[in-house]
């Protein structure tokens, strides 16, 4: 079956410009994550979202950073008023239930803020 | 700093050596997960060990746990050329809060 998708593969967007990243999780995956990677680091979790809860927002680095989801589908990403900063690849990622079970990355939107 | 820190950072070996990398975390976990990735794009997952295990094998991937140390490593035995990756460890909490370690970044030499 599919795996997670993100779209675009790649953002080059002038500083200052607003930016929407997309995710298409599994289908049937209840739980949703969003997670930062600058260069040659490890990963910063961002925010989780696990059915209808409400969001676990505790990763985002500022309010600049907001995420929704519908549902239990695609989920969107908005960084406002970029900054060189946030230049990074967005990672997304969907696991069945919780986080006790595996998590299946989609490939990444590499984010160039210039 | 992270929940979960990789050692080595980086490690070079020769092509059918055994790769070892360690992992170490804070606080009290639901599982620890072991993930690969190629090329700075999306992580594959490799192993998941929960808290009441010790040791987990899976091909040649061999990952022990050890609670009282809040300590994790991971073996690859017989490495090849395919396995030079950057390898992450992720602790997951009972809250399902999940934490990445920085990564070690494993190449084998033919």
């Known amino acids: 079956g599919a795996g997670v998708s993100q779209s675009p593969s790649n953002k080059v967007t002038e500083k200052g410009k607003d930016v929407e990243l997309r995710c298409d999780p599994i289908?049937?995956?209840?739980?949703l994550y969003w997670y930062r990677q600058r260069l040659g680091q490890g990963l910063e979790f961002l925010i989780y979202f696990q059915g209808n809860s409400a969001p676990d927002k505790s990763g985002l680095p500022s309010d600049r950073f907001s995420a929704e989801r519908t549902g239990e589908s695609v989920s969107t990403l908005t960084i406002q008023r970029t900054q060189q900063e946030d230049s990074a690849v967005y990672l997304c990622?969907?696991?069945?239930?919780?986080?006790?079970?595996?998590?299946?990355f989609g490939p990444g939107t590499r984010l160039t803020v210039t | 700093s992270q929940q979960g820190e990789e050692d080595p950072q980086a490690l070079s070996i020769q092509e059918g050596e055994n790769a070892t990398m360690n992992c170490s975390y804070k606080?009290?976990?639901?599982?620890l997960q072991w993930y690969r990735q190629n090329s700075g794009r999306g992580l594959v997952h490799l192993i998941l060990?929960?808290?009441?295990?010790r040791e987990k094998h899976s091909g040649r991937l061999r990952v022990t746990l050890d609670t009282s140390k809040k300590s994790s490593s991971l073996l690859i035995t017989a490495s090849r050329a395919a396995d030079t990756a950057s390898y992450f460890c992720a602790t997951v909490s009972s809250a399902s809060k999940i934490i990445f370690g920085s990564g070690t970044r494993l190449s084998i030499r033919p």
């Open positions: 606080t009290s976990i639901n599982n």
């Open positions: 289908s049937g995956h209840t739980a």
């Open positions: 990622a969907s696991s069945l239930v919780l986080a006790s079970y595996e998590q299946y």
């Open positions: 060990i929960r808290s009441n295990e």
